[in-house]
Each structure stands twice: as C-alpha cells, then as structure tokens.
C-alpha cells in the first residue's frame, strides 16, 4: 500500500535498530513491521502461525532485513522457544501489539460471560509482561532500550474508558496492562516504557467508519517512539 507523507517523514527521521513486533500477522502490528522494514531497521515479525500469512511472507520477500518468528503470547512453552532462539540477538525496540477485543461478546452488564474475562487478561494483559519478561536480556544488549505497549483509549480511567458502555473485560485487560507500564519502570528504570493508543484505526477490528488509516496512526505512534524516553503514556 502506498505510505503517506507522515509515515515517510517518520522512516526517514529514525535511527535505525532492530525492533521486534508480536501480533504482526495483520493490522497495526503488519503496519509497524512495514514501516519499519521500509526505513532500514532489521525487523522481527512475530505471529502464532508467520508462515500461513501471504502478507508476512510477501515483506519478508521483499526486505532481506525482515525475519518471520512464531510466537504465541498467551503460551509460555512458545515464549521460552522464541527466547531461545534470539539468544544473543540485541532487541532495540519491543512493540507489544497482539492483542484482541474478542468482538466484545459477552461483555455488557447483564449478560456478561465470566469465561471471556481470563482469555483477555491473559492476552492482553499478561502476555506483554510475558514476552517482555523473557526478552529483557536482549532489550538490555540493545542501544535504544524502548518496550512499547499497544493500549487503547477504552482501557484509561481518566478518559472514562473512552466514554463507551460495556466491554468490560477488553477494559480491564487494557487498564491491567496500563498498569503493567506504569510499574515495570520500578524494576527496570534503565529502559523506557511506553503505553500507546493507535486511536480509532481502520483495522478488522476498528472497522472501515473509523477516521485514522493505519498508516497514518502507525507513524504518529513511531515519531512519538523516535523522541520517547523515560516512562511515557500517550
């Protein structure tokens, strides 16, 4: 797809390093590791099942400096497998995207199905504290030292939770991980922690009335990463 002046001003003004991205089979995740491919960083895309993606593929086809993973947030056993494999490979950048809505069944009050709750803590929550517990040594190796979280707007007390009813459990799972970037930097001050919100993304799960192409919400959220340091949440 063709990349909008604020996406090209974003490639062209970053260093360059190696950023690892999870959930990078499809939307926003996809868009990081295209636009960061196409600015000259080695990227590794990770996804559960990388090989059956035909965009995936066709990046990696395209830019040498792309290197398909699977990984599997919520599943310890594929976590450990992928620290093994990148033992010893400095990580600059680590964009926690994976992530899901579940649709937001079962999610208002009144008809809430409680079996949801624990599929989205563990996703949304947990696994970005999985995977950046596991890779830690080699965000440690790495130059720019930057661990980002994909959050959203629906998951900030002070915004109401985005002023929108139900979805209680996606909720939750955003402000547990909310909370997971606002602690981490006790444990780990020498790195910068940041909890992003792409806004309301033309993505499967925004939908096509949302107003930010996934384009456009990308590069904003990589120029705020380009000048980020410290504990920052945007």
């Known amino acids: 797809p063709a990349v ?11 260093a360059t390093g190696t950023v690892l991205v999870t959930g990078s089979s499809r939307g926003i995740g996809l868009e990081f590791a295209r636009q960061y ?22 990046l990696a086809r ?15 056993v594929s976590v450990s497998a992928l620290r093994d494999r990148l033992r010893g490979v400095a990580i600059d950048v680590l964009i926690n995207n994976a992530g899901d809505t579940d649709q937001f069944r079962g999610q208002s009050l ?3 199905d409680h ?38 707007l629906a998951g ?6 985005g002023g929108m009813p139900g979805g209680y459990w996606y909720k939750a799972s955003k402000a547990a991980l909310n909370m997971v970037v606002r602690t981490a930097p006790f444990d780990f001050p020498n790195v910068t922690w940041l909890a992003l919100s792409p806004g309301w993304v033309q993505t499967d799960m925004g939908g096509s009335a949302a107003p930010l192409t996934v384009i456009d919400s990308v590069a904003q959220m990589r ?7 410290g504990i920052e949440k945007r």
């Open 4 to 14: 909008s002046s604020a996406a090209q001003a974003a490639a062209s003004d970053a």
């Open 37 to 58: 491919a196409a600015a000259g960083w080695t990227v590794i895309a990770t996804a559960r099942k990388p090989t059956e993606s035909a965009n995936l593929r066709e």
């Open 62 to 76: 395209r830019h040498p400096n792309v290197r398909l993973e699977a990984l599997d947030v919520v599943d310890g």
């Open 110 to 112: 009144g008809s809430l």
């Open 115 to 152: 079996d949801r709750f624990d599929y989205l803590m563990r996703l949304n929550a947990q696994g970005p504290l999985r995977v950046t517990e596991a890779l830690l040594p080699n965000l440690e190796a790495g130059t720019q030292k930057k661990i980002v979280a994909i959050s959203s």
């Open 156 to 161: 900030s007390l002070g915004a109401r939770g």
């Open 223 to 229: 120029a705020t990463l380009q000048t980020a340091s």
